[in-house]
Every structure is written in C-alpha cells, then in structure tokens.
C-alpha cells in the first residue's frame, strides 16, 4: 500500500504546476509578440509553437495541481 502524500510533497506539486502555468503564459506572451513582425510563412510556424506550449506548459500546470490536490487512498 501508499503512504499518503505529505503536505511538503503536494505543495511542491502546487508550486510546480503554477510555475508551469506562469511559464507557459509568458512563453506565450513573447512569442505572439515576436511573431508579429515576421514574415507570413514565419508567423505561421510561431502559431504552431504557441500551440505547442500551450498544451504541455499549460496542460502539465494543470495536471500538476490537480495532483497536488489528490489524496493516495
């Protein structure tokens, strides 16, 4: 059987997922800003990027608090 998490182990969770969060915000931010000025074939790929770290900064922020907050029976 598991043990239950620790309240130190599920706040790391937390920190880390909003990290990821805050991170795939920013990430996001700079590219939208950047693609702005690039030619259209150019700003095409950066949509592509800006998808890209949406679903894995954004969607692993959200998996880890979710984790953060689940009990091990």
């Known amino acids: ?8 182990g599920r706040a790391a969770w937390g920190a ?6 805050v991170l795939g915000g920013v990430l996001i931010w700079i590219i939208q800003a950047r693609a702005a000025g690039l030619p ?7 949509g592509l990027v800006v998808r890209s770290v949406n679903f894995v900064f ?3 922020g ?3 608090l ?3 907050r689940k ?3």
Do not use: F, K, P
């Not at 059987?1 to 130190?8: G, I, L, P, V």
């Not at 880390?16 to 969060?21: D, Q, R, S, T, W």
């Not at 259209?40 to 950066?46: G, N």
């Open 1 to 8: 059987m598991e043990a239950e998490r620790t309240a130190t």
């Open 16 to 21: 880390g997922g909003v990290a990821l969060i």
């Open 40 to 46: 259209e074939d150019h700003s095409l790929m950066a």
């Open 58 to 60: 954004l969607g692993g």
């Open 62 to 64: 959200a998996w880890c």
């Open 66 to 68: 979710v984790r953060a």
């Open 71 to 73: 009990q091990r029976a």
